[in-house]
T-cell receptor, first 113, second 113 residues
Framework: KNQVEQSPQSLIILEGKNCTLQ??????????LRWYKQDTGRGPVSLTI?????NTKSNGRYTATLDADTKQSSLHITASQLSDSASYIC????????????FGTGTRLKVLA | NAGVTQTPKFRVLKTGQSMTLLCAQD?????MYWYRQDPGMGLRLIHY???????AKGEVPDGYNVSRLKKQNFLLGLESAAPSQTSVYFC????????????FGDGTRLSIL
């Protein structure tokens, strides 16, 4: 069964600290993996998209890693800011003749001053 | 830079009423999607379209209908609203199917009483 599991469910950190969010998937055949940031009351906004051959991709203070062998991805946030408070959603795409997108339930991050 | 625009932003309906949610994109994307987001669950695909004049069922299509008469617009209809359809509805678009839903609107918050 194609599944995407994210951990932790929620996380509270102090401003300026780093954090890492995890995404484990059992999706086959794998096509790509995307991380989204969703602010409260807004739609998801894409942060990065990674294909099978990519190990690391950065977008400012956000760095995503992908280990296709262990089927794990992480999103590392450096020097967190109050504006990083949001839900972070991992989505894995499976190429099954047509494409199927499996959404994780997200990690809710709260950054405190 | 409008991107994906959804109307209305909020709506309250009574059980049995009908309504149409509107989605417009200005990026000339071929692919458009309707999702619902419920607490504790990942986004679930309701219907999608691979181009003007086409529609297809997603994971949870029952109780919904869609139309894509123009490339830039994707409409989601509820024929006879039920309390189980209380949710936040997101429209999304992408240039290619492999890109996954790239751009999301800010959602329509729908309550069915």
């Amino acid at each position: 069964k194609n599944q995407v599991e994210q951990s932790p469910q929620s996380l509270i950190i102090l401003e300026g600290k780093n954090c890492t969010l995890q995404c484990n998937y059992t999706v086959s055949p794998f096509s790509n993996l995307r991380w989204y940031k969703q602010d409260t009351g807004r739609g998801p906004v894409s942060l990065t998209i990674m294909t099978f051959s990519e190990n690391t991709k950065s977008n400012g203070r956000y760095t995503a890693t992908l280990d296709a062998d262990t089927k794990q991805s992480s999103l590392h946030i450096t020097a967190s800011q109050l504006s990083d408070s949001a839900s972070y959603i991992c989505v894995v795409s499976a190429s099954l003749g047509t494409y199927k997108y499996i959404f994780g339930t997200g990690t809710r991050l709260k950054v405190l001053a | 830079n409008a991107g994906v625009t959804q109307t209305p932003k909020f709506r309250v309906l009574k059980t049995g009423q009908s309504m149409t949610l509107l989605c417009a994109q200005d990026m000339n994307h071929e692919y458009m999607y309707w999702y619902r987001q419920d607490p504790g669950m990942g986004l679930r695909l309701i219907h999608y379209s691979v181009g003007e004049g086409t529609t297809a069922k997603g994971e949870v299509p029952d109780g919904y209908n869609v139309s894509r008469l123009k490339k830039q617009n994707f409409l989601l209809g509820l024929e006879s609203a039920a309390p189980s359809q209380t949710s936040v509805y997101f429209c999304a678009s992408s240039r290619t199917v492999r890109d996954q839903p790239q751009h999301f609107g800010d959602g329509t918050r729908l309550s069915i009483l």
